[in-house]
């Protein structure tokens, strides 16, 4: 689910000019999981631009109010949500604690870090969702810590029906600020693609574990 259409494009557009998204569908990127990708994004790139920063900020803020209403804690996924919840908790002037992705193996051994009570609402960070994977792994340490988790919030996903499915799985609602769909819309009308690529591109999208641009 996004959170508004003129909002994702905006999202996708700032994306695509600080290269937070790069694209190339011809010499792909690939991933830890060995699926070969046409596109890479960093959304660690927006913290560098303050400009950007504040734009994203405050329209998590919003998807936060007009979706889940305001929660007891804001909660970051590490180490890519981890500064965003950080701003967005400071402009609500919530709590804020962050997830790692499996307990620390050594001092008090946290896999949440921060003060967290059993029993709060909280809504979760994150800037990129691919699979839905390790962003969910969040969600259900957070869980077992006794808290309830009104949903997550991230800057970009892939769209991917995985994640999706994931997601329904875990019964965690997700809102996302932009999509592959609105940053393709905005690649291509900022030529920063081709019409030959993206058809590439959708292809990627609709079957990511076996796409090969080279078998095209």
């Known amino acids: ?13 700032f994306l695509l000019q600080i290269q937070a998204i790069s694209l190339r569908p011809d010499d792909p990127f ?24 504040t734009f994203i900020r405050q329209e998590i803020v919003k998807a936060i109010d007009d979706n ?47 003060v967290l009570e059993s029993g709060k609402s909280v809504i979760v960070i994150e800037d990129l969702v691919s699979t839905g994977n390790s962003s969910l792994i969040a969600v259900d340490a957070l869980r077992d810590a006794g808290c309830i988790v009104k949903g997550m919030v991230s800057i970009f996903s892939y769209g991917l029906d995985q994640a999706r499915q994931n997601f329904l799985d875990h019964k965690c609602p997700l809102v996302t600020l ?39």
Request: charged share 25%.
């Open 1 to 13: 689910m996004n959170y508004s259409l003129n909002s994702s494009h905006k999202v996708a557009e």
């Open 30 to 53: 690939q991933w830890a999981s060995g699926w070969k990708s046409p596109i890479y994004c960093d959304n660690r790139k927006t913290l560098s631009y303050p400009r950007i920063r």
């Open 68 to 114: 889940f209403g305001r929660p007891d804690v804001v909660a970051g996924v590490a180490t890519g949500g981890i500064a965003q919840a950080a701003l967005v908790a400071q402009e609500l002037g919530l709590p804020l604690v962050y997830v790692r992705p499996k307990t620390k193996t050594h001092g008090a051994q946290n896999q949440i870090e921060g």
């Open 178 to 216: 932009s999509d592959y769909n609105a940053m393709l819309e905005k690649a291509k009308a900022a030529n920063y693609i081709q019409e030959a690529d993206l058809e590439s591109l959708q292809k990627w999208r609709e079957n990511p574990s076996e796409w090969d641009p080279s078998k095209e």
